[in-house]
């Protein structure tokens, strides 16, 4: 029964249970204690309960044990857990190879769909990296320069190679335009140079290929926990975070980022289970990973997430988000903690935000997505350090809630003022979504939302509405836990609480 319920943390002494019970809070009681008015008599405090979601973002803000060092360690295999969707869109893997004498080899795989099982073509990548100093925008970064040797690709297609073939003829200049002549016949397995730093040949322009994403680094490790015995004790996770992609096409040649894509994983010290890590690990240009198949899920939004760890957007910004929907009406509230550092430890202020959704469709542009529309209509803002307290208060009277109000840790509504120029926030407003679901490894669901755009703009016209997505958020509760009025018992006596307990576990299992 506790493992379909959420947790909650009890104050109890000896054999004493003291139960407060809610759709989403665990069960916890002494291992010597029984359901029975007996157990219950010396019940003294009131009991303190947290629901999954708020034990999970707390979890994010304790920094979740996680270690960065200054400069990281990049000596290793690192490769993708699963299959990326890149701006354009752009399906693909990746496996990047670290030498200890600073010279890499990278291979990204790149896909017709968004499972990662249709190859298009492969790129092979050799050069050499050097590592420079922190980064002075990014808070917990390196910065660092990089040079490429040499660019290669394998087509996995006729297809492919002619629609590469194409794009390299009409965009590229003289010294490539006759990268692949018309009519030549495609030779499975074959490797064309598109780069050389010898003969000063590049043609990588054409394919919106560039490697900026080397030019910001950083290494996380943590521990995770083994399953249930007879195993004991934790495993070592590493991760590499790279410099993001520029949501826009035409800018990505020349943007250096300030915030991260999806990490990659150390290919020794890798969470458990990873079914797509083996199978990158092992594949080269001319063998491409084909991950495993997985089943499509429908879009069921109804219930909470949260996010899996402190992220990071462009513009510095260090955020956890938490999100819950009302299939039944189409409503929709959000959380959004900022804070000043990575392991998002020092919080600076925390929004609000509510409204409406429409009922989405599928994507025409990013297979596997849903497209949908979110009105806002109501926000409130948290200021939580004093930096934030001093820019609200010297704000242009009337954009951002009353006058020379704002103090540490106080909400207010900015609804009446449409908004807080201060923070960029307006009201009402709608934004164009992009949608995904899917489960991970451990079953788990798992929401994507559309990827912000760099530049810091909204997304509030269709032809805005995102190509590739964030990092994932985890279902923390249900449609049927959406509710927020939980349950708090406190002690009425022997009789009237057993009473209540047993009142409340019917309604746990009806709801259940």
Same mark, same amino acid.
């Given at each position: ?8 943390h009890l104050n109890f002494n000896k054999n004493l249970l003291c139960v407060g019970i809610s759709r989403s809070a ?11 008015? *007996? /157990?219950?008599?010396?019940?003294? &405090? ?16 304790? +920094? ?50 968004? &499972? ?37 690709? %394998?087509?996995?297609?006729?297809? &492919? ?159 956890t988000r938490y999100f819950i929907f009302h299939g039944s009406n189409h409503t929709w509230e959000g959380y959004y ?16 935000? /509510? ?48 006058? *020379? ?81 939980? %349950?708090?018992?406190?002690?009425? +006596? ?6 209540? %307990? ?11």
């Amino acid at each position: 029964l506790g493992q379909c319920l959420g947790i909650f943390h009890l104050n109890f002494n000896k054999n004493l249970l003291c139960v407060g019970i809610s759709r989403s809070a665990f069960l916890s009681f002494d291992a010597e204690s029984h359901f029975s008015k *007996n /157990s219950c008599a010396a019940a003294e &405090a009131p009991l303190r309960w947290e629901p999954r979601c708020r034990q999970q973002l707390r979890h994010l803000q304790d +920094g979740a044990r996680i270690a960065a060092r200054l400069p990281p360690r990049l000596e290793g295999h690192w490769v993708s857990t699963g299959c990326e969707v890149r701006p354009g869109p752009e399906f693909l893997t990746r496996s990047y190879l670290f030498y200890s004498n600073r010279l890499f080899k990278a291979h990204q795989f790149y896909y017709w769909d968004p &499972a990662c099982r249709e190859p298009s073509y492969s790129l092979v990548i050799k050069g050499k990296l050097r590592l420079r100093q922190a980064s002075w925008i990014t808070r917990g970064a390196t910065e660092a320069d990089y040079h490429l040797h040499k660019v290669g690709i %394998v087509f996995h297609s006729r297809r &492919a190679m002619q629609e590469v073939a194409a794009w390299i003829n009409q965009t590229s200049g003289a010294g490539c335009s006759g990268f692949l002549p018309p009519g030549r016949s495609w030779a499975p397995g074959a490797l064309y140079e598109l780069l050389s730093a010898k003969t000063e040949r590049d043609c990588t322009a054409a394919l919106g290929f560039a490697m900026h994403e080397l030019s910001l680094v950083r290494v996380e490790k943590h521990h995770q926990a083994l399953p249930q015995p007879p195993q004991r004790g934790s495993r070592l996770v590493e991760e590499l975070y790279l410099g993001d992609i520029h949501t826009e096409w035409v800018e990505r040649l020349h943007y250096r980022p300030t915030g991260y894509q999806r990490p990659l994983q150390n290919a020794v010290h890798h969470v458990h289970p990873c079914p797509a890590c083996g199978i990158i690990y092992r594949a080269d240009e001319h063998h491409p990973p084909i991950l495993p198949l997985r089943a499509e899920l429908p879009m069921q939004l109804s219930g909470s997430w949260v996010s899996t760890h402190c992220e990071v957007r462009p513009a510095v910004l260090f955020l956890t988000r938490y999100f819950i929907f009302h299939g039944s009406n189409h409503t929709w509230e959000g959380y959004y903690y900022h804070y000043s550092d990575p392991l998002c430890k020092q919080p600076t202020f925390t929004i609000y935000a /509510s409204g409406h959704y429409t009922q989405g469709i599928p994507s025409s542009k990013v297979r596997g997505g849903t497209e949908l529309a979110f009105k806002v209509t109501q926000a409130r803002v948290t200021p939580m350090d004093q930096v934030t307290v001093m820019m609200l208060n010297s704000s242009e009277p009337g954009s951002c809630g009353l006058t *020379n109000s704002w103090r540490a840790g106080m909400e207010q509504d900015i609804t009446p003022t449409n908004g807080c120029l201060a923070l960029g926030i307006k009201l009402p407003h709608t934004e164009y979504e992009l949608f995904k679901t899917e489960q991970d490894a451990k079953d788990r669901s798992l929401l994507f939302i559309g990827e912000r755009p760099t530049d810091g703009s909204s997304p509030d016209r269709p032809d805005k509405r995102p190509t590739s997505y964030q990092a994932p958020l985890i279902q923390c509760a249900g449609a049927s836990e959406e509710f927020s009025n939980y %349950v708090s018992l406190k002690y009425l +006596g022997k009789q009237d609480l057993s009473i209540q %307990v047993r009142h409340r576990i019917q309604i746990v299992l009806v709801l259940g």
